[in-house]
């Protein structure tokens, strides 16, 4: 940057160029304002409007005459006189790891909290303990209605005494009261086997004479059927030529019936001709009504004989169809006769090997109780007297724990039941925390999550408890973010917390987080009092042999009330300005008043 010459300030270039403005000669030319004042008139206005412009004239020129004598002034002065040292504070740049200091705020919460918990299901008759009590291990807090317990104690113990009798009957062996009753029931099956052998074998020999006579019966609805069939053949072979014989005589009687009529025209006209006689046209006339009653006996003989045949044809498909239906049932008769004959079979031999299965197990239960116990069952039978043991004791856990009592010792937070309720296995009863160590969940900024670790201090304070404040160190970091908040928690674990510092309680932490300059060899970290920004620019003074020279720095990054800075020429042990740089330029004398501790780089 290019050096600039101190500027004296206005109140000394007017005092030194006094002299120079206004001579003697000079006030001489200025007119007598008082005279003048005397000499005017109120009458003539235009005589002071004149005086007015030619003062005004005056001021003007005498203004701009001050401003080139003092720009001609100016160098001379500012060459005779320099500027007395600038009083600053200093300090060194010194190697370090810089820091992000940041405040927290997080939750306190007991870092031991148990649940006690009913093992049984009942009714609660009792709550022995209250919201704020402190408890010791062992102490009965509820009380449950054990009515339940106390049957199903009773109940095992009725099974067990039921085990142990026939543990004892296992080994005093078999009496001979049950010797004579399984050979009492061997005697019985064998009885039972011999009547279902001959009822198999009843059944076996009837079944072919049950499907002969069946089969007869078919046969004979078959021959009935044959017979009707035949019947029917003569009828309908016969009927057509009985048919054509009534025909034909219908057809003679037709014809004589025409040649009658013919020949009653024929006389008719003779007659009125007076060529016959009157006696002949009754005759011929007599003659037709002969024609027409033999034409109507023949046509009605032709109905009658179409009738009879057609009632024939009936009558023989009747007893064709008869014959069908009595030769279908006969089949559907032998059919089932068959089909009952073999369930008839099937179930005679189902029932006889049924009597065979229960004889052989009589006879296995007869031979097991000659033999007596084997060593295999009273074993099992022990086991069962074991297992019978275990459900007594289980009962008599469960009525212990229908008093139910604290594990641990601790404060009671809260009670999840009153008298009266109805609780399960499993449901709570009361929470209780310990009082003796505390754990405190800090809310930590995801952009920071990567540089938070294990080991690093904090130091605690809170508002509920005014005045007080502790150091401490985290002792976790929780790997995950809350979805709502994007925020990473940490634990801090606090033995012997201090009264009054409860679960739920906000805390807040000041915590210092290492702030990694990576990529960068030159970096420092300076308060930003030490920095001078011009335009768009950030300076920081270096200081050597009482002046400064001003270094344009790079700004990594803001931590607060310090900056990260880098720049190749600074150097670790280097005097810096931290305090008074506003308004220095390259080669200022300054005047060191302090120096401070000193600020350390990366």
């Not at 050979?183 to 001959?198: G, H, I, Y």
């Not at 210092?512 to 030490?530: C, I, L, Q, W």
Request: glycine share 4%.
């Amino acid at each position: 940057m290019s050096q600039t010459p101190p500027v004296s300030t206005d109140s000394q270039l007017l005092n030194q160029s006094k002299p120079e403005y206004f001579s003697a000669q000079d006030l001489e030319s200025i007119p007598d304002l008082q005279s003048v004042e005397e000499s005017s008139t109120p009458a003539n206005p235009r005589r002071w409007l004149g005086l007015f412009f030619l003062v005004m004239v005056f001021g003007s020129g005498l203004t701009v005459w001050n401003l080139i004598k003092s720009s001609e002034s100016q160098p001379a002065l500012s060459n005779a006189q320099t500027p007395p040292p600038r009083p600053v504070t200093v300090t060194r740049l010194q190697t370090g790891t810089p820091v992000e200091k940041l405040q927290l705020i997080g939750q306190v919460e007991a870092s031991e909290q148990a649940t006690i918990r009913s093992q049984v299901d009942g009714t609660v008759q009792e709550v022995l303990v209250k919201v704020g009590d402190r408890i010791t291990p062992g102490t009965t807090v509820a009380i449950l209605d054990n009515t339940d317990q106390q049957l199903a104690l009773r109940e095992a113990e009725a099974r067990l005494a039921g085990e142990l009798s026939r543990l004892a009957e296992l080994q005093a062996g078999t009496r001979s009261e049950i010797l004579s009753q399984r050979q009492a029931q061997l005697r019985s099956a064998q009885t039972r086997e011999q009547e279902a052998r001959d009822y198999l074998r009843r059944t076996q020999e009837l079944a072919p004479k049950l499907v002969a006579q069946r089969q007869a019966e078919l046969q004979a609805a078959i021959a009935r059927e044959q017979e009707a069939r035949s019947n029917l053949i003569p009828t309908q072979e016969l009927a057509p030529k009985r048919i054509a014989q009534r025909q034909a005589e219908l057809q003679s009687a037709v014809a004589r019936e025409q040649e009658a009529q013919d020949n009653l025209e024929r006389i008719s006209s003779l007659v009125e001709s007076g060529v016959q006689s009157q006696r002949i046209l009754v005759e011929a006339q007599s003659a037709v009504d002969r024609a027409v009653a033999e034409r109507l006996a023949a046509s009605a003989a032709l109905t009658a004989m179409e009738n009879e045949t057609q009632q024939d044809l009936i009558s023989a498909q009747a007893n064709i169809d008869t014959a069908v239906g009595e030769r279908l049932e006969a089949e559907a008769v032998l059919a089932t006769v068959e089909t009952e004959n073999q369930r008839n079979i099937a179930a005679a031999q189902a029932a006889l090997d049924a009597a065979i299965e229960e004889k052989l197990r009589v006879e296995a239960e007869l031979a097991e109780a000659q033999a007596g116990p084997r060593p295999e069952e009273i074993a099992a039978q022990q086991s069962l007297v074991k297992a019978a043991e275990a459900a007594v004791n289980q009962a008599r856990v469960n009525l212990q724990r229908t008093e139910i009592k604290s594990p641990s010792a601790g404060v009671v937070r809260s009670r999840a039941v009153n008298g009266s309720d109805y609780v399960e296995r499993s449901d709570p009863i009361l929470t209780l925390v310990s009082e003796e160590q505390v754990d405190i969940f800090l809310e930590v900024p995801e952009s920071l999550s990567g540089a938070v670790s294990v080991g690093l201090p904090v130091n605690l304070t809170a508002r509920a408890l005014e005045g007080w404040t502790q150091t401490s160190r985290i002792d976790a970091v929780v790997p995950a973010t809350d979805t709502t908040s994007r925020r990473q928690l940490v634990r801090v674990s606090l033995e012997n917390p201090p009264v009054g510092l409860l679960p739920g309680m906000a805390i807040q932490a000041d915590l210092e987080v290492p702030v990694e300059m990576t990529g960068n060899s030159d970096s420092f970290v300076v308060p930003r009092d030490a920095l001078v920004r011009r335009g768009n620019e950030w300076l920081l003074f270096t200081v050597a042999d009482n002046k400064v020279q001003s270094v344009t720095v790079e700004v990594l990054a803001d931590l607060g009330e310090e900056m990260a800075i880098a720049n190749e020429q600074l150097q670790a042990n280097q005097t810096i300005v931290l305090k008074g740089g506003d308004g220095l330029q390259n080669g200022s004398v300054i005047s060191v008043t302090s120096h401070q501790s000193p600020v350390t780089s990366y």
